[in-house]
């Protein structure tokens, strides 16, 4: 079993940074991708951003590439979400998601998910 927690949302005036944090615990994940997700009222969750565990690939949505960057540090079984000059539609719980094998984009493919933690980007 595979507990994810995040932590590290809040408000934030437009064009501030966050930093958001998923602590894994469980088991090992050297052949796990982790994904961050984000849901926002009245949508569907979607693609942030993924990284693999074991030799850092990562993958970002069109929408945060260039000001969020995914990184993951080992020994502590922690991932990160450096998010920089945010907007107001980057409001949203973001999610932290873990699954097996090769990286992918659907948060139907992710097996394990966090509680979630909010993020919200004022104008």
Known sequence: ????????????????????????????????????????????????????????ITDYADSVKGRFTISRENAKKTVFLQMNSLKPEDTAVYYCAAKLGYSGRGPYEYTYWGQGTQVTVSS
Do not use: H, N
């Open 1 to 56: 079993q595979v507990q994810l927690v995040e932590s590290g949302g809040g408000l934030v005036q437009a064009g501030g940074s966050l930093r958001l944090s998923c602590a894994a615990s469980g088991r090992t994940f050297s052949s796990y991708v982790m994904g961050w997700f984000r849901q926002a009222p009245g949508k569907e969750r979607e693609f942030v951003a993924t990284i693999s565990w074991t030799d850092g």
